[in-house]
């Protein structure tokens, strides 16, 4: 984070300053890693004369085989080339961003020590600054959205809550950086329309902090979570959770009807759900508001899906719904709102997880593919990738759609090496597509792009239609399409906004993905799980019900009446 934030500093200060992002796939194997290293050779004799380049190795590992390839460079300005030596007077300029292990291994064998000089970068628990960091990254919303001077006065206030949330014992495993920065992210939902008063924005927070910090731990720990987080409300703030959270349960009474079950007079921060279904029209920005009518929220739900069956008959999904389905769903939903998040969803197989980001995306109207990872070895497993990136940047080019993919990770994540998966978050976090996009293909789809950015840009600007975390869009000329480079650019920054992957991994697995929003599904209990059984029997036709009663008391007996499972398929 760190090297983009001067990246960016110096390109915006600077016309003569170029970085290089060196992705995982350039640097895997002998040939590959000789090959990419001649091009950034080439690039920066070609650049020398306009702009100095910089060249970024990120997560470097002393393993790779551009260990080598850098030291002979280095000492003796040579590379390989075609299979020949070549000489170079270019002054390659390098970042190598490393890991304490890594770096220790380098400073140990005294690799690179000589000519590159080491900034050993305190943990983000120690950073002094966090407080204030997190305080810019809010300020700069309220001051792009117009709010009031009102709001930049509990600036200081969410930002002590958030530092003394991600430094919670309960937390310890994950990220607090990453839990920090999404925290921080997640006040781009608010706009003066969903949040006309202090208490609103509190209260989207209050919300927030349960789908970012509270749906990640373990659900042991969500009770002393939600005490801890009300305390820190109550300290920091001059009105308390339990008031702020009284005025929707005030009006989910209100909505009920009186032959539904009445809702209880207050709400627990995670029974709080935030939904653009079902809301009303605003005048700028996305329809982010509480639901207070929950029996029409899950009726919304229910739609989707209906729509959705009644138009694939043979794709179903295999989802009961009522209110807390309902709200995982949304949970899944909020991640698709937000451009450049991930997801990864943890509990054992067959739990229902599938079908949850099923519903989402045809409530959010996004594309879903499915990956089966073969960790088998690397060559399977980046090919899997590549061919499920490849199809999902297709789409991306030629729609303004969101695109899923779903990670299937249950039986396999053992099996696949650490480093790997860090290429895979390389990539996902800096999109490159040189390796799956060629020139000819982007002329032929870059018509298409440049109509796909003119109809953001309008959204923009008319409606201010612009998700948490996406870029500004703008209008790009007809001469874009004889520039490779630009249109590449744009596709990248797309990429980077509409694609979104989730991971269906063990619950033990979960810190490996802190860079994700973390959903740990809970298991239903056996008393909750009876009456959705009944409900779904009283449901049926009546011709399936005995078959429906057998089957429920088979998997009911092989699973102990479903003591650690869902009702899921």
């Not at 850098?70 to 390659?92: A, N, P, R």
């Not at 014992?169 to 329309?193: E, G, I």
Request: glycine content about 2%.
């Amino acid at each position: 984070m760190f090297v983009k934030m001067i990246s960016k500093y110096l390109r915006t200060s600077s016309e003569d300053v170029e970085f290089m992002w060196l992705d995982g796939k350039s640097r895997v194997g002998n040939d590959v890693a000789q090959k990419k290293f001649a091009d950034v050779v080439e690039t920066c004799e070609r650049l020398h004369q306009s702009k100095q380049l910089y060249v970024v190795i990120d997560r470097f590992s002393f393993t790779e085989p551009l260990l080598p390839i850098i030291e002979f460079f280095v000492d003796h300005k040579t590379y390989w080339k075609d299979g020949k030596l070549c000489k170079s007077d270019s002054q390659i300029r390098m970042i190598i961003v490393s890991d304490e292990e890594d770096y220790a291994w380098l400073h140990k064998t005294k690799a690179l020590t000589a000519t590159f000089i080491g900034i050993a970068m305190p943990p983000s628990t120690q950073f002094k600054d966090q407080k204030t960091l997190i305080e810019s990254l809010i300020a700069a919303n309220f001051m792009a959205k117009s709010f009031s001077s009102e709001y930049h006065h509990i600036l200081e206030a969410f930002s002590s809550c958030i530092v003394e949330i991600v430094e919670k014992s309960y937390v310890k495993n994950l990220s607090s950086m990453a839990l920090a920065t999404r925290l921080a992210k997640s006040f781009f939902f608010a706009f003066p329309d969903n949040c006309p008063d202090p208490d609103a924005l509190l209260r989207l927070f209050i919300h927030e902090s349960a789908r970012v910090v509270g749906d990640a731990i373990d659900p042991a720990h969500r009770s002393t979570f939600a005490r801890e987080f009300e305390s820190l409300v109550d300290q920091n703030f001059s009105t308390t959770q339990k008031a702020v959270l009284k005025y929707i349960a005030q009006l989910t009474d209100v909505e009920e009807d009186e032959d539904e079950e009445k809702a209880p007079t207050s709400i627990d921060m995670f029974d709080l759900i935030y939904s653009e279904v079902d809301a009303h029209d605003v005048v700028d920005g996305l329809a982010y508001e509480p639901v207070v009518d929950r029996v029409q929220f899950q009726r919304s739900i229910e739609n989707f899906l209906f729509e959705h069956h009644r138009n694939h008959h043979k794709d179903r999904i295999r989802l009961f719904v009522d209110w807390e389905t309902s709200g995982w769903v949304q949970r899944v939903m909020r991640v698709i709102r937000q451009a450049s998040e991930h997801m990864v969803l943890t509990a054992p197989p067959s739990s229902g997880r599938t079908q949850m980001v099923k519903a989402a995306c045809v409530a959010c109207n996004a594309t879903l593919m499915h990956m089966q990872v073969d960790a088998t070895c690397y060559d399977t497993f980046i090919s899997r990738w590549e061919y499920a990136l490849s199809r999902a940047i297709n789409i991306i080019a030629n729609t303004n759609q969101h695109v899923v993919i779903l990670c299937h990770l249950d039986f396999c994540y053992e099996k696949v090496e650490p480093r790997w998966m860090e290429q895979i978050k390389l990539w996902i976090e800096c999109p490159n597509t040189h390796h799956l996009v060629s020139d000819e293909q982007l002329h032929a789809m870059g018509e298409q792009l440049i109509e796909c950015e003119k109809n953001l840009a309008t959204q923009m600007q008319t409606i201010g239609l612009r998700l948490p975390g996406q870029r500004m869009c703008k209008y790009l000329p007809v001469e874009t399409l004889k520039e490779p480079q630009a249109l590449r650019k744009v596709l990248e920054a797309r990429i980077f906004d509409a694609l979104h992957v989730m991971f269906l991994v063990d619950p033990q697995f979960k810190s490996d993905f802190s860079w994700c929003t973390i959903f740990h599904v809970p298991a239903i209990e056996r008393t909750e799980l009876l009456p959705k059984v009944a409900k779904i029997i009283a449901d049926c036709k009546e011709e399936n019900v005995a078959e429906l009663i057998v089957s429920t008391f088979f998997f009911g007996e092989t699973t102990h009446m479903a003591e650690n499972g869902t009702i899921f398929s």
